[in-house]
């Protein structure tokens, strides 16, 4: 599983680094880490205008965001 | 400064009880002066760039009053053990270039040494206490005028990332350093009832604090609200600075969006925005004279953005 780590970062770092992840691995499914509801929205945002869905747990420093590509 | 006591001034006609964007202080019958200061870090990676944004950012308070700024004083933080002195003389040279435009006099200014930079300036200007335009006195009826586009804290953003290009840095660029002066002077020209301008708060944020403390509400429809290009798309990409998303919380029970309005319009209604432009609320007609002069004058995106309605009181309905 790839697993993009932006905790500690703020916006718009995380949406770099995880278009980063998205762009290396098309059509696989990522893991992003944040720390903020800032940077949960908007690599949420990001993730859905590319066609990912996208699944939201609160974990215990934040949040762990997946993100599956369409039909799959 | 909540919990501090202000002693009352009978002179002080728009302290801190009100959400004004700037103080006035009456001098005499005819005279009162307009008070402001604003300082940033850097929004753009050019120094002088910074100093022209941030000089036109500090007189945009006089101007939102329909004042006339006179004096500037600097206000300089700066890292002088790690940063060359030429950026900083770059960055004073932005700064007083944009204060002779506005014929404004640089009077003096203070600089501390500090790890993170930081530049803006305190401006005094002047103004007949009668004709102070506060952002309260909209009434049901008027039209709501927007001189500038909105989106300049995506493209920072965006810039950030690395992910603007050239054009869209010299667009935001360029709106961000354009004096709101013409707008004021064609405002006062034209008569209006209120006028603030769009700063950290968004356009939303903004509007909010036109109808507090009155019994009215605005209606704005989203699709006619100026927009930098490139703006939309990158609000659905996620480059959406933490301000836009403060800012909505902080709002969130004074606004209401109607059924169908995309996300990325609160994203950008709610924008923070540098040295933005101004939201003049006037009557319809004078509303039209104001808009063609403003489009006349170099102000070609400003458009006629929503209206000022009698219920619901105290709330924004963001429309089609």
Redesign the interface.
Same mark, same amino acid.
């Given at each position: 599983m790839i697993e993009v780590d932006a905790r500690g970062f703020s916006c718009p770092i995380p949406v770099v680094k995880t278009t980063q992840a998205l762009d290396g691995h098309p059509g696989k499914p990522v893991i992003v880490l944040v720390d903020s509801e800032v940077a949960r929205e908007n690599v949420s945002r990001l993730a859905r205008s590319r066609g990912y869905s996208v699944k939201v747990e609160q974990v215990l420093d934040g949040y762990r965001l997946q993100l599956a590509p369409a039909g799959k | 400064m909540r919990g501090l006591e202000i002693p009352h001034d009978p002179n002080l006609i728009v302290g801190f009880d009100s959400l004004d964007d700037a103080g006035v202080y009456r001098l005499t019958d005819d005279l009162a002066i307009i008070q402001t200061v604003d300082f940033f870090t850097p929004v753009v990676d050019n120094p002088y760039d910074f100093g022209r944004i941030a000089a036109a950012n500090a007189l945009g308070d006089v101007y939102a009053m329909g004042g006339k700024p006179v004096t500037a004083m600097n206000l300089v933080c700066f890292p002088s053990r790690s940063m060359d002195l030429a950026i900083l003389r770059d960055i004073l040279r932005g700064g007083m270039d944009k204060l002779h435009e506005a014929e404004v006099t640089l009077v003096g200014g203070h600089s501390v040494d500090d790890p993170e930079l930081k530049y803006g300036l305190s401006v005094t200007g002047v103004i007949h206490p009668c004709k102070i335009v506060l952002n309260s006195g909209a009434v049901p009826g008027d039209s709501l005028i927007l001189t500038k586009p909105l989106g300049t804290g995506i493209i920072n953003?965006?810039i950030? %990332?690395? $992910?603007a290009d050239e054009k869209a840095i010299g667009m935001v660029t360029e709106q961000m350093a354009a004096l709101n002066r013409r707008a004021s002077q064609l405002m006062q020209e034209v008569g209006v009832h209120a006028c603030t301008d769009v700063t950290g708060f968004g356009l939303l944020g903004h509007a909010c604090e036109m109808v507090q403390n009155n019994s009215i509400g605005i209606e704005i429809s989203y699709s006619a609200v100026p927009i930098f290009a490139g703006s939309i798309e990158f %609000?659905? $990409?996620?480059?959406?600075?933490?301000g836009a998303?403060r800012n909505k919380a902080f709002r969130a029970a004074m606004v209401e969006f109607a059924a169908g309005v995309p996300?990325w319009a609160p994203d950008i209604l709610f924008d923070p925005q540098t040295s933005g432009g101004l939201l003049i609320s006037t009557s319809p007609e004078k509303a039209k004279v104001l808009l063609e002069k403003l489009h006349y004058t170099d102000h070609r995106e400003a458009a006629i953005i929503g209206e000022i309605v009698a219920e619901p009181k105290g709330k924004i309905s963001v429309v089609e």
């Open positions: - | 953003t965006a950030k %990332a690395g $992910m %609000a659905r $990409m996620g480059v959406v600075p933490g998303f996300q």
